[in-house]
């Protein structure tokens, strides 16, 4: 494999959820890497998160923070600039991050939207951080979510399917990735056993096969994002590939909830395919 590879066909801007907290760490490592392998804009969109009573009461903690988190991505983008990557920093202040993250990913026409798993407004049902999962909710585009510590080598890929069409899209995305990465891919079915069985990774075999990639197939047991999260973690991947929705959605979710499980507790970077 060369390293140098951009491991998507499209990865031209990408859209990075900044923040100078410990938990972003692997996603702004990760977003500079691959923005230098594709050649890509890199807009680092930085949210101060403030109410209008905050604001009014502690102005000077304010300015405090977005001075922490200006110089942070200062930083960065003095790095990042000399490995050759343009890079812009967005500055926005404001109650929701969610909203402007996925408002400048919709105004630059953002191919990818990178993102730590925690924020400073975590909240302990949602273990990726009540900003990713509403990001990930209304993206126009897919998202990766990086862990700090994880590193995406696009080397061992796993994509789940549960049969339906995001599920399928999410795979086919996988096996693009692993096709021009040389990397190893398993194609899992990620469901409860139903009448009609699990999901049917046949096709998915042979559109892998079609594409040079021999892909190899399980159907890991129990909870589907329990039993992704431990395939990808005994397998050694280093990303997961999964659709935005699949057949389990919970409606006061902004996506689906086996998606919102898994990026929560898998152990490596988890792209969402939104179909």
Same mark, same amino acid.
Request: proline share 4%.
């Given at each position: 494999?060369?390293?140098?590879?951009?491991?998507?066909?499209?990865?031209?801007?990408?859209?990075?959820?900044?923040?100078?907290?410990?938990?972003?760490?692997?996603?702004?490592?990760? /977003?500079?890497?691959?923005?230098?392998?594709?050649?890509?804009? @890199?807009?680092?969109?930085?949210?101060?998160?403030?109410?209008?009573?905050?604001?009014?009461?502690?102005?000077?903690?304010?300015?405090?923070?977005?001075?922490?988190?200006?110089?942070?991505?200062?930083?960065?983008?003095?790095? /990042?600039?000399?490995?050759?990557?343009?890079?812009?920093?967005?500055?926005?202040?404001?109650?929701?991050?969610?909203?402007?993250?996925?408002?400048?990913?919709?105004?630059?026409?953002?191919?990818?939207?990178?993102?730590? #798993?925690?924020?400073?407004?975590?909240?302990?049902?949602?273990?990726?951080?009540?900003?990713?999962?509403?990001?990930? %909710?209304?993206?126009?585009?897919?998202? @990766?979510?990086?862990?700090?510590?994880?590193?995406?080598?696009?080397?061992?890929?796993?994509?789940?399917?549960?049969?339906? /069409?995001?599920?399928?899209?999410?795979?086919?995305?996988?096996? /693009?990735?692993?096709?021009?990465?040389?990397?190893? @891919?398993?194609?899992?079915?990620?469901?409860?056993?139903?009448?009609?069985?699990?999901?049917?990774?046949?096709?998915?075999?042979?559109?892998?096969?079609?594409?040079?990639?021999?892909?190899?197939?399980?159907?890991?047991?129990?909870?589907?994002?329990?039993?992704?999260?431990?395939?990808?973690?005994?397998?050694?991947?280093?990303?997961?590939?999964? %659709?935005?929705?699949?057949?389990?959605? @919970?409606?006061?979710?902004?996506?689906?909830?086996?998606?919102? #499980?898994?990026?929560?507790?898998?152990?490596?970077?988890?792209?969402?395919?939104?179909?």
């Amino acid at each position: 494999m060369n390293d140098n590879f951009c491991p998507a066909p499209k990865f031209e801007k990408i859209v990075l959820g900044a923040d100078a907290c410990e938990f972003c760490e692997g996603a702004t490592r990760e /977003a500079v890497n691959i923005a230098k392998k594709c050649g890509s804009k @890199l807009y680092a969109v930085a949210v101060v998160e403030v109410n209008p009573e905050f604001e009014s009461l502690a102005p000077k903690a304010v300015e405090d923070i977005e001075r922490e988190v200006h110089g942070y991505l200062e930083s960065v983008k003095r790095q /990042a600039i000399k490995d050759g990557v343009d890079f812009e920093i967005i500055a926005h202040r404001g109650e929701e991050a969610a909203d402007h993250i996925v408002a400048e990913a919709r105004r630059v026409g953002a191919d990818v939207i990178i993102l730590g #798993r925690r924020g400073r407004k975590g909240i302990k049902r949602l273990l990726m951080g009540s900003v990713t999962a509403n990001v990930i %909710g209304r993206s126009p585009c897919s998202v @990766l979510v990086v862990p700090r510590l994880a590193k995406v080598a696009f080397k061992n890929i796993v994509a789940a399917t549960d049969g339906s /069409a995001q599920g399928d899209a999410a795979a086919r995305e996988a096996i /693009a990735i692993a096709r021009k990465m040389g990397a190893k @891919l398993s194609l899992i079915a990620a469901e409860r056993p139903v009448a009609g069985g699990f999901a049917e990774l046949s096709h998915l075999v042979e559109a892998a096969k079609g594409q040079g990639v021999q892909a190899q197939t399980a159907n890991p047991a129990g909870r589907p994002f329990e039993a992704i999260a431990n395939y990808a973690k005994e397998a050694g991947a280093d990303l997961v590939v999964i %659709g935005s929705r699949g057949r389990t959605v @919970l409606q006061k979710l902004l996506m689906g909830s086996v998606a919102e #499980r898994v990026v929560g507790l898998s152990p490596c970077a988890v792209l969402v395919v939104k179909g």
